[in-house]
């Protein structure tokens, strides 16, 4: 199979906390850095980088402690739920069967003001089969995810 070459290397979010045109800033930043480390970066080399107030990165991180130990915590909370997993027995085989805790969806509710917004919230596996538009939305998002896999692994397989 023929190398795909490229001309120009752009990057794209994958998430709506980072715009594409951070993601841009970023993803050159990470190839630089990248070219400096010998074809190989670590968080520690990111950071460092981005204490400096000159680097493009900068701005993308937040450098008031009391404002980045709540955001830590949070992040804390999104790696622990991603970790944990419910454990399912089979009824037929007794075969014990991972499934997530909960289920990441964007959910319309009211605010103060009874305007419609969009949150992010887990949900239970229950909920999420009762309301369509929620089972939709992750079976969307688990479509793209396996389109993503399908194109790395076609990717690396090939070489």
Known sequence: MQEIKTINKTFRSRCSILSDEQANIFGNKIHKLM?????????????????????????????????????????????????????????????????????NVSIIEKNDKNEEIIIRAYVSKERLISEKYLLNQFINNLLNQISYTQRLLKEFMNK
């Open 35 to 103: 070219k400096k480390y010998n074809n190989k970066v670590t968080t520690k080399n990111i950071l460092k980088e981005a204490t400096k107030k000159t680097s493009p990165i900068h701005d993308l991180f937040e450098w008031d402690d009391s404002i980045a130990g709540e955001k830590y915590r949070l992040w804390q909370v999104r790696f622990y739920k991603s970790v944990v997993v419910e454990i399912e027995i089979e009824e037929d085989t007794n075969r014990e069967i991972e499934m997530p805790l909960a289920y």
